[in-house]
């Protein structure tokens, strides 16, 4: 390979490459050299504490060598065979999802990411069913492709309106912090807020007409949008209007799928079984790119006799089945479904207690270990640390702060977004959110 010295990574990256989801002219990546477990060092050999699993992905953790050699063996036997082909992780990987993935999901078409897992996913659904229509959330995010970003209910889809894919609606989600539909009495149960957001969905089904619905898609916890966390009830009524109106269900688990909530799926924590089902970045925790979409067999079987018209180069590539298939084996071997359940606890309680200290944090919201801040101006009027879409001074002195300290998470708009490996420990966590407790103050300042 040829060797850049480590003071010509950044100068020549900048050089080169045109960086997605930035203005070219502000970009500033730190140029990083190696990582390990829960951190990762730039070139200067400074340490980062990663509470981001990089890019939300690195679910058991950096350079597990288990893994590594997986690949490395698989490079070695059979680096490459087509999509057509069975191969011996192919074969493996279906057989280890079908034990994981919640009961009658028992087919699995494999993906690059989880982008083209939604969009393979919303083909699936039309062809099943003959409609045309695709209902998600507005504070949804189901990837950057043409058809996910349509799906898309954020601004990131605004950029590029008006959109190929035609034949998505979308609706709200039930947020509870910032309900539009009980801002005048926020008191309402729990119960009362839940039916409210359903007879909302039914309302919009009824309106576009089910006959015309393929399927409603959503992810099952909001990921980079807040980590908004359905009430309860809210899946299972979801499910129930699904099957009333004989529309599909497509739960969208790219994030928080494989331990990233406590259990392998998000899902599982309100027993609700999707008819389809996304997943991808914990899918091989970020060691090599694949997505996956998982589904019933009677929708398989609608393309028994027909062809399904759709398929990449490398969809099923055989490095990347035997990364899941070692990812899989080592979630299981290290218990770390029980360990995120075990640390989300433990966070949650630190999540409380800067809540409880700093006057700029509105909410903090968190299932397993996967949590956010909601970051206001003013707890009393809840208006946001920035604006809605956009980020701000105090937002973006915010993140430089813990930069500084050798903290890496992710901000989006008024939100700070924690999401570690699934391996971190009390003690890591507590380094982190040491350094939150600082980076806070500067916020707090701009609270009133």
């Known amino acids: 390979m040829l060797k850049i010295p480590d003071s010509e990574i950044l100068p020549l990256s900048l050089e080169h490459n045109f960086w997605t989801w930035s203005a070219q002219g502000k970009v500033n990546p730190i140029p990083i050299r190696k990582a390990k477990g829960v951190y990762f060092w730039d070139t200067n050999d400074k340490r980062y504490l990663d509470l981001n699993s990089m890019v939300m992905c690195v679910n058991i953790g950096h350079g597990d060598e288990r893994v590594i050699e997986a690949i490395v063996d698989q490079a070695r036997e059979l680096p490459f065979a087509g999509p057509a082909m069975a191969t011996r992780p192919r074969a493996a990987l279906g057989q280890l999802l079908e034990e994981i993935t919640p009961p009658g999901l028992t087919r699995f078409l494999y993906t690059l990411g989880g982008a083209d897992a939604n969009e393979n996913a919303i ?34 889809r605004v950029a590029w309106e008006p959109l190929t894919m035609p034949g998505v609606v979308h609706f709200l ?43 409603i898609l959503i992810e099952t916890v909001t990921g980079t949008n807040g980590v908004i966390i359905p009430p309860e009830g809210y899946l299972q009524g979801v499910r129930e209007l699904c099957d009333r109106y004989g529309i599909l269900l497509i739960a969208d688990e790219v994030m928080s799928g494989f331990g990233r909530t406590g259990k392998w799926f998000a899902v599982d924590h309100w027993q609700v079984v999707p008819d389809l089902m996304t997943m991808a970045k914990g899918l091989t925790s970020g060691y090599a790119p694949l997505g996956a979409v998982a589904m019933r067999q009677e929708i398989a079987d609608t393309f028994n006799e027909r062809v399904y018209q759709g398929g990449l180069t490398y969809n099923a590539h055989p490095i990347s089945m035997a990364a899941a298939v070692a990812n899989i084996s080592v979630m299981k071997q290290d218990h770390l479904i029980e360990h995120s359940e075990k640390m989300g606890k433990v966070m949650a309680d630190m999540l409380a207690e800067l809540v409880d200290r700093h006057p700029s944090v509105g909410e903090a919201r ?61 003690e890591q966590l507590a380094e982190g959110f040491a350094a939150l407790d600082k980076a806070l103050e500067i916020t707090d300042r701009a609270a009133v």
Request: hydrophobic letters at 35%; a neutral charge; zero cysteines.
């Open 123 to 156: 083909k699936l659904a039309r062809g099943a069913t003959g409609r045309p229509k695709i209902l998600s959330r507005y504070r949804s995010y189901h990837g950057a492709t043409y058809g996910a970003i349509a799906a898309t209910g954020d601004p990131r």
């Open 366 to 426: 968190s299932i397993g270990l996967f949590g956010a801040l909601e970051l206001v101006k003013n707890r009393k009027s809840k208006e946001p640390m920035a604006a809605y879409g956009e980020s701000s001074p105090e937002m973006n002195a915010f993140r430089k702060s813990l930069l500084d300290q050798g903290v890496f998470l992710y901000t989006h708009w008024h939100t700070a977004l924690l999401i570690p490996p699934l391996i971190i420990t009390e």
């Open 173 to 215: 989600d039930p947020y509870r912090y910032r309900s539009t539909f009980h801002r005048t009495h926020p008191e309402i149960s729990e119960a009362e807020f839940t039916q409210d957001y359903l007879n909302h969905l039914e309302e919009i089904i009824t309106y576009e007409d089910p006959r015309t619905i393929a399927a």
